[in-house]
């Protein structure tokens, strides 16, 4: 079943536009993975926040991506951004009225 991830990562005070940038680069493997969508936002009304909502092949597909080598890098590059606060909601997608 088709699996949804949609978080916010909250980042040290000026450090969002150097995580996006980070999770915006390609990820060599991930589209191979299951990935099937992977959207980076930002609402300037929450300046040291980033949203990424994730569409993947099922939930197995996106533990596994965890593992890939371009993944394991980019999150550890990621970590010193980070501020700690984290959020959001991982669930089965059971349709779409577009698909």
């Known amino acids: 079943m088709t699996f949804a991830n949609v978080g916010l990562l909250g980042t040290k005070p000026g450090q969002r536009d150097a995580l996006v940038a980070i999770l915006l680069r390609p990820k060599p493997g991930m589209k191979e993975a299951g990935c099937l969508l992977y959207e980076v936002g930002i609402n300037d009304d929450l300046p040291d926040t980033v949203f990424v909502s994730e569409l993947w092949e099922s939930a197995e597909a996106h533990q596994a ?20 606060e984290m959020g959001g909601h991982r669930f089965a997608v059971v349709g779409s009225p577009l698909r």
Not at 66 to 79: D, F, K, P, V
């Open 65 to 84: 991506s965890l593992e890939l080598a371009s993944t394991r890098a980019a999150i550890a590059e990621a970590m010193p951004l980070l501020s700690g």
